[in-house]
């Protein structure tokens, strides 16, 4: 029932942010993957019908 900061417990802290952290990184990796997949999809089949004309 001691709710003194000790250093396990800071520390427990801290990487929890970093995993929280990481988590949103590898987050915005996967949406700007996704983004430039979608993006890259979009100029090959302009490419492809502008070719046509």
Same mark, same amino acid.
């Given at each position: 029932? $001691? $709710?003194?900061?000790?250093?396990? =417990? ?9 995993? =929280?952290?990481?988590?949103? =990184?590898?987050? +915005? ?6 983004? +430039? ?17």
């Amino acid at each position: 029932m $001691n $709710n003194a900061p000790t250093g396990m =417990g800071m520390g427990g802290q801290m990487m929890d942010a970093m995993g =929280g952290m990481m988590m949103w =990184g590898m987050g +915005l990796v996967w949406l700007l993957v996704i983004v +430039l997949l979608v993006l890259g999809v979009a100029a090959l089949i302009k490419y492809l019908f502008r070719g046509e004309r």
